[in-house]
C-alpha cells in the first residue's frame, strides 16, 4: 500500500513524458531549417485555393523552372513538383 502512490506517481509522470514528446510536428520546430544561400527568392508566390476538403497549392518561378507547392492544412506532409525550363518563367 505505501507504494500505491509512488508507483501511480511514476505512472502518471511516464504518461506525461510520452504524451509531450509526442507534441512533435512540423509546428515544433519551426525554424528548424537548412543553411541557406544569400541569394534567396523572396518574390512572392501565386497561391491557388480550393474549398474545404481540397489541397491548396502554391507557384512561382525560380532561376527558369516553375515550382509548385500543395499543402494540405496540417498534414505533415504535402507535394513539390518542378518543372524545369517552363517557358512562362523567364530567368
Known amino acids: 500500500m505505501k507504494l500505491a502512490k509512488p508507483l501511480a506517481g511514476l505512472a502518471l509522470a511516464a504518461v506525461a513524458v510520452l504524451t509531450l514528446s509526442a507534441c512533435e510536428g512540423k509546428y515544433a520546430e519551426p525554424w528548424n531549417d537548412a543553411p541557406r544561400s544569400p541569394n534567396t527568392n ?26 509548385y507547392v500543395i499543402y494540405h492544412f496540417d498534414s505533415p506532409y504535402g507535394s513539390l513538383a518542378v518543372v524545369p525550363s517552363d517557358k512562362t518563367c523567364t530567368r
Do not use: L
Open 42 to 67: 523572396e518574390a512572392p508566390a501565386d497561391i491557388v485555393t480550393f474549398p474545404d476538403g481540397f489541397s491548396n497549392a502554391a507557384t512561382k518561378c525560380d532561376h527558369g523552372n516553375r515550382v
